[in-house]
C-alpha cells in the first residue's frame, strides 16, 4: 500500500519569506500523481499543485513550486513570498495512475503540516 | 471542474442516534469517495462508492456502521449509524475529476454527545 509521510508537524514563515515544506511517499508504481492540498479553518479541500510522476520539470504555480526526487521519493512544496491567506493545513496527496480500472484513483493523504505565517 | 455540495456542515447529535450526510455533484461522476478525518489528523478513505453496486469499504470501517448509497451519478449519501464520541470527525465526500483532479465537499463537521 501506498503511505505519505510528512515529518514537519507545524511549520511557521515571516510574511513575505519563503518556506518548504517536506513530504515523502512510498509506493512501488512507476506512475503516478501527487499533489498538495491545502485545507483553510473553512475545512475545504484546496488543490494547490499537482504532478505527474512522468514529468521531469518541477511543477510551478505562481508562488508555489515543488521539488520532485522521484528516485528519493520527496515531493517536497516550496512557497514564495510567503502571505497571510497562505495560513492553513498543507497535506501531501498520491494517488496511482491506475486510475479507474482497478478503481485505486481516489487519494492517499500524509498527516499534514500546519503553517503559521507570521506578520 | 466539478461543484461539491456537500450537508449538513455541521451538525451536533445525542450518541446511539444515526446522521445521514448528503453529497450532491453538478456533473455525473462514476466513482465518489467518502473520507474521515479525526480531530487533528489526515484524511483517511471511509469507503468507494460507485453507481449501481455496492459501496468498497477499506479497513476498518464497515457497511452496517457507515452505509452508503449511490442512486445516480451525481449522488451520495453516508450514514453514521448508532453514533458514539469517537464518531466525532469531519467527514468530506469527494470526486476523482479524470486522472488529475480532486474536488472535495465543504466537509461535514460531526460532533457526538
Known amino acids: 500500500a501506498q503511505t505519505v509521510t510528512q515529518s514537519q508537524p507545524e511549520m511557521s514563515v515571516q510574511e513575505a519569506e519563503t518556506v518548504t515544506l517536506s513530504c515523502t511517499y512510498d509506493?512501488?508504481?512507476?506512475?503516478?500523481?501527487l499533489f498538495w492540498y491545502k485545507q483553510p479553518p473553512s475545512r475545504q479541500m484546496i488543490l494547490v499543485i499537482r504532478?505527474?510522476?512522468?514529468?521531469?520539470q518541477n511543477a510551478t504555480e505562481n508562488r508555489f513550486s515543488v521539488n520532485f526526487q522521484k528516485a528519493a521519493k520527496s515531493f517536497s512544496l516550496k512557497i514564495s513570498d510567503s502571505q497571510l491567506g497562505d495560513a492553513a493545513m498543507y497535506f501531501c496527496?498520491?494517488?496511482?495512475?491506475?486510475?479507474?480500472?482497478?478503481?485505486?484513483?481516489?487519494?492517499?493523504f500524509g498527516t499534514g503540516t500546519r503553517l503559521t505565517v507570521i506578520p | 471542474s466539478a461543484v461539491i455540495s456537500q450537508k449538513p456542515s455541521r451538525d451536533i447529535c445525542q450518541r446511539g442516534t444515526s446522521l445521514t450526510i448528503q453529497c450532491q455533484v453538478d456533473?455525473?461522476?462514476?466513482?465518489m469517495f467518502w473520507y474521515r478525518q479525526q480531530p487533528g489528523q489526515s484524511l483517511t478513505l471511509i469507503a468507494t462508492?460507485?453507481?449501481?453496486?455496492?459501496?468498497?469499504?477499506e479497513s476498518g470501517f464497515v457497511i452496517d456502521k457507515f452505509p452508503i448509497s449511490r442512486p445516480n451519478l451525481t449522488f451520495s449519501t453516508l450514514t453514521v449509524s448508532n453514533m458514539s464520541p469517537e464518531d466525532s470527525s469531519i467527514y468530506l465526500c469527494?470526486?476523482?475529476?479524470?486522472?488529475?483532479?480532486?474536488?472535495f465537499g465543504q466537509g461535514t463537521r460531526l460532533t457526538v454527545v
Open positions: 469527494s470526486v476523482g475529476w479524470g486522472a488529475t483532479e480532486a474536488f
Open positions: 509506493t512501488s508504481e512507476s506512475d503516478y500523481y
Open positions: 504532478q505527474e510522476a512522468y514529468k521531469q
Open positions: 496527496a498520491y494517488r496511482s495512475a491506475l486510475g479507474t480500472q482497478t478503481g485505486a484513483n481516489n487519494l492517499f
Open positions: 456533473s455525473q461522476v462514476t466513482m
Open positions: 462508492a460507485n453507481q449501481g453496486s455496492e459501496a468498497t469499504y
